[in-house]
């Protein structure tokens, strides 16, 4: 079995050091891929540790951070998130995990960012047609992940992205795959759950974006200046090909204290996306143990370290696990961050074990 995990990391690597999708070289490509919304973390518990959630992500968030971390899911579970952005932009994420003791975790999410509406103008009317345009991103994702070991788990996700922006439209294919190694290294207790934590992933790695509709349809005149042609022949604008946000993650994580009712972690990521500079994000997490009652956790973090022109900053959050009948947990998580020139941004989730 350790053959077949260590098979599965060399395979990774290779892919994550011989692919040309992955290169971020200068100018860093800022702005060149689309569907950017799955770029914006889900889980109030990662957003509040900074992003570096990689490995450490065991609940059904891992769809988005590392499908690996399903494999480390001990109980069914539904988790809903919502956060709001500026200007009336709002993103959610609704995911189901479903834990089966032999065959492993499977889990189910939606992922979308709502764009609001704004008035529809020409130069005509200026002060709006009287009609309305929206926006709207959405990824439905189907995973699944497997401990193949008790020190080693993998997982794989599919995905369905589409975008829309008033009638036009765009969608892709993409997959993600991901990994966890835990190690006795660090280990307090000796056990490899307990030490250190490897984790890595790949996300977004598929076909690209091209919008299409009905705006996109003009009526022309080849020949304007002489008769006798066709005066208005049915043409259609043909858009550029875009991109999907690729981004390779690869981080640690460890406890710094581990006692009965108080632990402290600290994980760090390093990420290489193919849209921006590489960077590292920082988190921490202090988890105290309420006997009888639940667990009280308190975060924070920073994303964007070393990155070229970082928007980013610190984050900070708090959640709660609180223990109701048949051993299952109500979770709330909460999670702060600011995002520089866009502002504040706060996150809320909720999630319910079964």
């Known amino acids: ?82 956060q709001p952005w ?13 834990v089966d003791p032999n065959l492993g975790t499977f889990g189910i999410a939606l992922t979308f960012v709502d764009y609001g509406s704004e008035d529809v103008t020409s130069m005509i009317s200026q002060d709006g047609t009287g009609e309305k345009f929206d926006g709207l991103d959405l990824a439905i994702s189907l995973s ?42 660090l280990s307090w207790t000796g056990s490899k759950d307990h030490g250190l934590k490897i984790g890595m992933s790949i996300s977004n790695y598929g076909t690209r974006m091209q919008y299409d509709g009905i705006d996109l349809k003009r009526p022309i005149d080849e020949a304007p200046d002489e008769g006798g042609n066709f005066a208005y022949v ?37 990420l290489h996306p193919n849209n921006n500079s590489e960077h590292l994000n920082l988190g921490g997490e202090y988890l105290f143990t309420l006997p009888g009652v639940g667990k009280l956790a308190l975060r924070a973090g920073y994303k964007g370290l070393l990155m070229v022109d970082n928007h980013y900053g610190w984050s900070f959050g708090a959640g709660f696990l609180v223990n109701y009948i048949g051993n299952n947990n109500i979770i709330i998580d909460y999670a702060y961050r600011d995002i520089g020139l866009l502002g504040k941004v706060h996150a809320y989730t909720l999630s319910l074990t079964f």
């Open 86 to 98: 500026f200007a009336d932009i709002n993103s959610s994420f609704v995911g189901v995990g479903y």
């Open 234 to 270: 049915p043409a259609r604008y043909e858009t550029t090909e875009w991109e999907l946000p690729l981004i390779f993650r690869i981080g640690a994580s460890t406890y710094l204290v581990y006692t009965e009712n108080h632990k402290v972690s600290l994980s760090v990521d390093a």
């Open 1 to 82: 079995m350790k053959n077949i995990g260590y098979l599965i990391l060399i395979i990774l690597g290779f892919i994550f050091t011989v692919n040309p999708r992955l290169n971020a070289q200068e100018p860093y490509r800022i702005g060149t891929t689309s569907a950017n919304f799955l770029e914006l973390g889900f889980g109030g518990a990662g957003l509040s540790m900074g992003d570096s959630y990689v490995s450490m992500v065991n609940d059904i968030s891992s769809v988005y951070w590392n499908p690996a971390g399903l494999g480390y899911m001990k109980k069914n579970q539904l988790m809903v998130m919502h």
């Open 144 to 185: 699944y992940g497997r401990k193949l070991a008790d020190w080693f788990s993998f997982g794989a996700t599919g995905k369905y992205i589409t975008s829309r922006i008033w009638h036009e439209s765009a969608s892709a294919i993409a997959f993600d795959l991901g990994a966890i190694v835990n190690t006795s290294f």
